[in-house]
């Protein structure tokens, strides 16, 4: 995929780096103390907390993990872009083992044994001998291990070349700068699903208007984009969704932009709604004919929004509505800054509270707290709590829902708590009716008052598990319990096309960011963007709650 090219590299893109070479490395079988020795600097670089390009050279060698060797190939980055080891074992490594490495559940060994005994190198491999069952007796495998492997990759090859929306959106941005350094005197505007906002992105589409179509037609032939349709034109991009360009002339930018912006479905309803020519107008007087309020282009796969009235479309949730951040993690567990500085973080943003809600016990893989650990904590949020003003950090604690439903700590531990997010993070493999139960268990537990990502579905790489949706709204509104949209882009979940019967149900939606990160808050707004779809209302929005209200809801005394 074309992408920015700097050697300004990010902490993640340094740490995805270092981690590649030490997965590629073990495939190869070497030194096992090297091999550690990147996969640790991959992880250190991850949770640094502050960018490590504006962190002075001389104290690199503080950082955990970063060694004089780790420092010098990281100088060697900065100066290159690239990383010289890894170049030299991706030229001698067939690309689709790196695909392999991309699937859910196959590690460097897994891969090394594959290849080695089988010469199996790339993901369409692999699904060939799962599907002639290849791989069932080969030891460390096994018939359940082939029937993960082939879900696994069968998920894998339909994701492929798709982006999450925040990615898509960074490469949007990238493509649009490019477009402008070439052609100052065109317009370019996103439409199709980065403008729709949609989940994941198939396709990157914008919209160039120009008065000379000719002159803008030979443009793009000349940029290796070849015609599809009559107006519309597309380019082939290696390892990454195709870019497609529609053309307008200035005049008929209006209807164009709806028109491409879609889904089809949406605007065909529009234009039957009047018989007015829309020709030469402009996007909102076109709603405006067909005697409709402007819909916000989020809005538009939801084909109730045609049914909406104004005052729903200015009554939907915005990001000047929250007055709260519900749902992050400090360091205690596995988030990257102290308890502090996400609370002065939120304060930059003028909100009021801070549930922190780290990681309980069970979750041993995130640091999760022990009993000792959270009254520590509880301690430092009463210290920081005298010092704050017009600003509280509530306690909180993201407890796993264990496998019979029951919650991380014992019943008199968790009244200790203002609030409880109750989610699942293993044994993800029930069936629906048991995984409804379990669920359900969770949310009538009293402690409860927020169930976390619903499916746990991570898009693109994991499915998530089968629920009840409708039983599971319906528990929640029995008890009174909060659903949460996780607005982390890897998430987005509960689906927002589950939002219509939670408002029949009259549940209240928590767009929490799952923040890991200061950074991490601004995730917040791709859950908005799912919520509005769903044309969610701001009156039943938790975070929108005033401190006082909000306590009321958590049954704080």
Not at 360 to 379: C, D, R
Not at 459 to 487: D, Q
Request: with cysteine; net charge negative.
């Amino acid at each position: 995929m074309e992408s920015i090219q700097t050697n300004k590299m990010t902490n993640k893109e340094l740490s995805k780096m270092f981690q590649l070479l030490a997965d590629i490395m073990e495939i190869y079988g070497e030194n096992v103390y090297k091999i550690r020795s990147y996969s640790n600097a991959a992880f250190n670089l991850n949770r640094l907390s502050e960018p490590l390009t504006e962190i002075p050279m001389n104290k690199w060698k503080d950082i955990p993990g970063l060694g004089k060797a780790i420092i010098q190939k990281i100088e060697s980055i900065m100066e290159k872009g690239e990383l010289d080891l890894l170049n030299a074992y991706l030229l001698k490594t067939p690309s689709g083992i790196l695909d392999l490495i991309q699937i859910k559940g196959l590690g460097p060994k897994k891969i090394q044994k594959l290849w080695k005994e089988l010469g199996i190198s790339s993901p369409v491999e692999l699904l060939y001998a799962c599907k002639e069952n290849k791989l069932s007796n080969i030891k460390g495998f096994g018939l359940k291990t082939q029937e993960k492997f082939q879900q696994a990759i069968e998920l894998y090859l339909q994701n492929k070349n798709k982006l999450h929306l925040h990615t898509a959106l960074q490469e949007a941005a990238f493509l649009m700068n490019k477009w402008n350094l070439a052609h100052p005197n065109y317009e370019i505007i996103p439409c199709g699903q980065l403008r729709r906002k949609s989940q994941t992105i198939d396709k990157l589409e914008f919209l160039a208007i120009h008065d000379d179509l000719n002159e803008l037609i030979q443009n793009l032939e000349n940029s290796a984009y070849e015609k599809i349709k009559e107006g519309y034109y597309e380019k082939e991009i290696n390892d990454g969704p195709p870019v497609g360009i529609y053309i307008s002339s200035t005049t008929e930018k209006g209807l164009n932009l709806l028109k491409s912006t879609g889904p089809q479905s949406f605007y065909k309803a529009v234009i039957k709604k009047s018989s007015a020519r829309f020709k030469k107008e402009s996007e909102i007087n076109i709603f405006k004919k067909a005697g409709l309020p402007y819909i916000y282009p989020e809005c538009r796969e939801n084909l109730k929004s045609l049914e909406a009235d104004s005052e729903t479309m200015e009554n939907l949730i915005s990001n000047e509505d929250f007055r709260g951040l519900i749902h992050c993690h400090s360091n205690y567990s596995d988030g990257v800054n102290k308890l502090k500085d996400m609370a002065e973080a939120c304060i930059e943003m003028n909100y009021e509270y801070m549930l922190i809600s780290d990681h309980s016990k069970t979750a041993f893989y995130a640091n999760g707290l022990s009993e000792e650990s959270i009254l520590k904590q509880h301690e430092e949020i009463d210290r920081l709590n005298e010092n704050f003003e017009n600003f509280i950090i509530l306690k909180g604690i993201e407890s796993d829902i264990l496998a019979d439903g029951s919650l991380d700590y014992d019943d008199d531990f968790l009244k200790k708590f203002d609030g409880v997010i109750a989610s699942v993070h293993s044994n993800m493999q029930l069936n629906e009716e048991k995984s409804t139960a379990r669920l359900i268990k969770a949310i009538e537990h009293p402690a409860t008052r927020i169930l976390g990502h619903l499916t746990g579905r991570l898009l693109l790489s994991r499915e998530g598990y089968p629920v009840n949706h409708k039983k599971i709204i319906e528990a929640c509104a029995k008890n009174n319990v909060a659903i949460e949209l996780n607005a982390n882009p890897y998430r987005l979940d509960i689906d927002w096309k589950w939002l219509d019967y939670m408002l029949e149900n009259d549940v209240w939606l928590s767009v929490n960011p799952d923040a890991h990160s200061i950074e991490g808050i601004e995730d917040t707004i791709y859950g908005i963007w799912m919520a509005r779809k769903g044309l969610w209302p701001r009156e039943k929005l938790l975070n929108a709650l005033s401190v006082k209200d909000f306590k009321n809801f958590l049954k704080i005394n």
